[in-house]
């Protein structure tokens, strides 16, 4: 499927683009960027972070 209203814009907007579970902030240029997946209940979970310093200090939900 072609988006004919999308330019070649490879940026990520920043309201699509996934945000940090610890400090809250927008991932869009984060060369650290960590992201975790895990399964529950059937279903695929993920969450982003920064880097490993808020990896590490994230405990969950
Ligand atoms: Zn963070």
């Not at 979970?45 to 994230?58: E, G, K, P, T």
Request: one cysteine or more; glycine letters at 4%.
């Amino acid at each position: 499927m072609v988006d004919p209203t999308s330019d070649l814009n490879e940026d990520i907007a920043a309201e699509d683009a996934p945000t940090c579970q610890t400090c809250g902030s927008v991932l869009t240029d984060h060369p650290e960027h960590r992201v975790i997946t895990w399964v529950e209940d059937d279903q695929v979970h993920s969450a982003h972070f920064c880097n490993d310093s808020c990896r590490m200090d994230w405990d969950g939900e």
